[in-house]
């Protein structure tokens, strides 16, 4: 377990390796679950243009849903982070089975949604030829909804206790399964019969599930969460419990949904374009999104940081957490945004040979690396916002960025300027800079209110 006891006045500079040591196994673990979209993506874009485009799309369907689920049960980690900060171990323990609870219901909500997407696909006109294969993979990975589910139940908890190394090794061991099963499935090995683009997707709902198990016993066995007699009785759901998770959680989902959304309307709008701008989309934004892991990473670990600063009584602790954490961000941001911009051939290089395609995606990847820098520092803005459990102003704030303002700048670049797939990468800077904005301001005025009091 990293070392969270305070001392009376903690340095950026010691806040910054403490977030550090936090932060790597979440990065690691987070690049690797993505990465499992990653391989998606390059296998089955072998299969065409139309796989690829498929997968585009029903991945950014089901990217929507899991963001809303995986918000709502954020409300974990904080609470968790306080409780233990406290002392109240047994009580960080009684949270996350209510958690458990949540997680049932949610698990029911994203089988449904998975289920019933034709509707939404039908809505944005997206490209006919896409349409029965990314329902069959969302059909297929729906499965997977109650494995990912209780598995990020006992992922927030574990976090919020401050053992972050889980979340690596649960992320290295999906992608070690993932390619395997992809192998089989897609292509029809072994005496199965090949699925195509569908195969992705019951290949991640296996892992959803073996992941889940794994998580399970982990936390069952290893001496470090005994404290917290997580499994040691049976409790049936308690409203007040359900519902504090829920105050919190609730906004912390819509806000990432709003977000996600954003990036999913700008999916589906790209594919009314046809099959090119949406494939060439789809290797820019699957590289975006896999940099994305970094400051998404970071921002998990600060959500602990201030969690527990704030669970010891000692807000000055949480405002430099914060603080380190938007440093910290800035210089990741830095180096994925260069990547970007100086070598986006060799980056599309691992998913297409196509010359049309990759022509579009190097244009794209340099948009990209524009919003490195908004992209990252609203992320770290909500960390630190989610550790201080202010999450109901922050999720309008999303709202009016990215909907009222990222989305339409990005429909009419797109539809009315006739930018193509660029307006909407336009739109999203637009949307993802007012949220840095906006977001920023808000950590601001909280973290030095609290800071103030003590």
């Not at 090119?276 to 400051?295: D, G, R, T, W």
């Not at 803005?381 to 303002?405: C, H």
């Not at 660029?422 to 999203?428: D, K, V």
């Amino acid at each position: 377990m990293t070392s969270i006891t305070p001392a009376a006045d903690i340095s950026t500079q010691t806040h910054i390796r403490r977030t550090t040591k936090l932060a790597l196994p979440l990065i690691a673990g987070n690049i690797a679950g993505m990465g499992m979209n990653f391989v998606d993506t390059v296998m089955a874009g072998r299969l065409g243009a139309v796989s690829l485009g498929a997968i585009s799309i029903g991945g950014a369907v089901m990217s929507a849903v899991f963001l809303f689920v995986m918000g709502v049960l954020m409300s974990i980690t904080p609470s968790v982070a306080q409780l233990d900060g406290g002392g109240y171990r047994l009580r960080s323990g009684r949270v996350t089975r209510q958690g458990l609870w949540l997680a049932v219901a949610l698990m029911l909500l994203m089988w449904l949604v998975l289920r019933s997407s034709s509707w939404l696909l039908q809505i944005m006109d997206v490209d006919q030829q896409l349409v029965p294969v990314a329902l069959d993979y969302l059909r297929a990975i729906s499965w997977g909804a109650p494995g990912i589910c209780l598995l990020l139940v006992l992922r927030y908890f574990s976090e919020g206790c401050g053992y972050t190394a889980p979340t690596m090794y649960l992320g290295v061991l999906g992608i070690a399964l993932n390619v395997p099963l992809n192998y089989v499935l897609i292509y029809g090995k072994f005496g199965f019969p090949a699925m195509g683009a569908v195969g992705c997707g019951w290949a991640t709902a296996i892992v959803f599930w073996v992941q889940m198990v794994i998580m399970a016993v982990w936390i069952a066995l290893r001496p470090q969460y005994r404290r917290y007699h997580l499994f040691a009785r049976f409790e049936w759901p308690v409203w007040y419990q359900l519902r504090d998770l829920l105050y919190v959680g609730l906004p912390i989902g819509v806000m990432i949904f709003i977000e996600g959304s954003l990036f999913v309307g700008a999916a589906l709008m790209i594919g009314s374009l046809g099959t090119v701008p949406i494939a060439a989309h789809q290797i820019a934004i699957n590289f975006s999104a896999l940099c994305y892991m970094i400051p998404l990473g970071l921002a998990g670990a600060v959500t602990v940081r201030v969690g527990n600063a704030l669970g010891r009584g000692m807000p000055e602790d949480a405002l430099r957490a914060s603080k380190a954490g938007v440093l910290m961000t800035l210089m990741t941001q830095t180096l994925t945004a260069s990547l970007m911009f100086f070598a986006p051939v060799w980056i599309i290089s691992w998913y297409t040979n196509d010359t049309g395609i990759a022509a579009l995606a190097v244009s794209l990847l340099h948009l990209a690396a524009i919003f490195q820098f908004p992209d990252g520092l609203q992320a770290a803005a909500a960390g630190s916002l989610r550790g201080y459990k202010d999450t109901r102003l922050p999720m309008v704030y999303t709202v009016i960025a990215y909907w009222l303002f990222g989305m339409p700048v990005g429909w009419w670049l797109t539809f009315r300027e006739a930018w193509g797939a660029a307006g909407m990468w336009a739109g999203m800077i637009a949307g993802l800079g007012a949220a840095a904005l906006l977001l920023g301001w808000r950590l601001w005025r909280i973290s030095h209110a609290q800071a103030r009091r003590c």
